[in-house]
């Protein structure tokens, strides 16, 4: 009997894999956020993970077989340097633990291209150091290895997707393709970099499907979860010009790059397309288009 | 007002230390441990600190200014895959988050050499991959990362000493240095590999006096506490052999090496010489002395 309990379930990544969820025939499918939403064919649960109490009762009711756990801080701007990082790492070996101790078999977690050191431009599983800059990359990384070396002797088989750089409804709305795209649907222009940085976007769905592809696997460690392309910055931006019909509000070097955004952050997916035997389904321009209608729509 | 609590204060270089603190003047020394202990002008406390709510009392009701955290699973031959070293990860967080709701300034933990990569002989803070191999390495860094992003959000000033190869007095019976001298004192031959491997060995009086002088400073993040000198195994053995006068015990050769034990392995300890100011008082010669002496008391 399959069971799935998602965590984080009302962020970006969460609604994109509870229809993952569904298209893949998980018909089990219990939801957890802070509070509590709604989504079709799932039961909801609103609990607070920093409380051990809570997480402890929450895990031990439902018996979950799999878990996908994508709770963390992700407020823009904020979550690099939150102390909620650490709070998160601690929260997430609860769960480990509490897991094992209902029977759980297998756990799958979110984790970041933010634990590589940024210096290689590509980001390989095996061979990029690991040398995360921030607490948010550190704690990531930290819970990572905690995990690799818990979850085994605890006899849960886990599972860790480096995510890239996602993009799709739902996305925050001060993110870089949801700024653009609602800038540009209000006739306002859009304040962007020169945009020549490049970056491996992957469409939120794909991420998603991704995901519950790996959580059905027996695959164990970490894995990046990309498309393995480097697009540039600009090339997306375009992309949205082009599906809204506005090119001409676009306005490339209107910011400054932060002084530490390397020009080039891409995935090795090797692992990700022959181990897992996974890769997208999503060209930009589809991806961008639905992007474009879910703002139509929320805007 | 100082006030230093030593956790793990009944181990190997939990006795070191303590001495170290009453030769460097600390007057007002906690020490802790599973089982109490005895050690001149030390408080005792016996305290499991896997069991929260006894850590959180232990550090409200002493409220120490300073902690010398060294407690962790070293038993020889399991403790690089015991579960426990998640849970000294786990515990020890929870450790930091008591001390600075007791309004502590510093905690200094022990960290290993085994955190780093081991392929590169050269172990440097700044430089050497961190691609720890074993559940003892992981939990160490996992560890180390959040404490360096936490820390500093608490208001704790935090540090973390890289130990390598330490040897003395109080080491295991089993440990290396401590199995020849034991064998050679009772006339029976001590069985060796080959000895050509090179290790970063500190007598543990030092490795104490370099953590209590971390304890003192304002240092953070990590840093590493060795000699800086790479020295054979087998230049050690004949040490021994010297010492006792019985060399021809020693059996080179006798047992093989551990398929993964790298040939070098030495710290990179301009960080401990520069920004410390440390660097080591005794000599090879003088710390077997110190050990065998030790043995022939308590043999």
Redesign the interface.
């Known amino acids: 009997v399959r069971r799935v309990l998602v965590t984080g379930a009302s962020g970006f990544l969460g609604a994109h894999c509870l229809a993952a969820l569904a298209a893949r025939g998980w018909s089990d499918v219990h939801a957890v956020s802070r509070s509590a939403g709604c989504a079709r064919g799932v039961t909801w649960h609103a609990c607070d993970l920093f409380d051990a109490g809570a997480l402890a009762s929450l895990v031990q009711s439902l018996r979950p077989s799999h878990t996908l756990h994508l709770a963390w801080t992700a407020t823009p701007g904020k979550y690099w340097?939150s102390?909620d990082?650490?709070l998160w790492?601690?929260a997430s070996?609860r769960l480990l633990e509490e897991l094992a101790r209902a029977g759980a078999r297998r756990l799958v977690c979110a984790g970041s291209c933010a634990e590589y050191s940024w210096k290689y431009g590509l980001c390989s599983e095996k061979t990029t150091?690991?040398?995360?800059n921030?607490?948010y990359g550190?704690?990531k990384?930290?819970?990572q290895?905690?995990l690799?070396?818990?979850g085994s002797?605890?006899g849960v088989s886990t599972a860790w997707g480096r995510v890239f750089f996602p993009y799709g409804p739902y996305e925050h709305r001060d993110r870089l393709t949801s700024y653009v795209i609602r800038s540009l649907l209000a006739g306002e222009r859009a304040l962007c970099t020169t945009g020549d940085h490049r970056r491996d976007f992957l469409y939120a769905g794909d991420v998603a499907d991704a995901f519950v592809t790996l959580l059905e696997s027996d695959l164990d460690g970490p894995i990046n979860i990309g498309s393995g392309e480097a697009i540039a910055v600009k090339t997306v931006v375009a992309a949205i010009g082009k599906c809204i019909g506005r090119p001409e509000l676009i306005q490339l070097g209107a910011r400054p790059l932060l002084a530490d955004e390397p020009d080039l952050l891409v995935a090795d997916v090797q692992r990700l397309r022959d181990q897992l035997g996974w890769s997208p389904h999503t060209t930009l321009a589809q991806g961008i288009n639905e992007s474009v209608e879910f703002w139509k729509r929320h805007g």
């Open positions: 340097t102390p990082n650490e790492a601690a070996m150091p690991l040398a995360p921030s607490p550190k704690s990384h930290a819970l290895m905690l690799s070396s818990t002797s605890l």
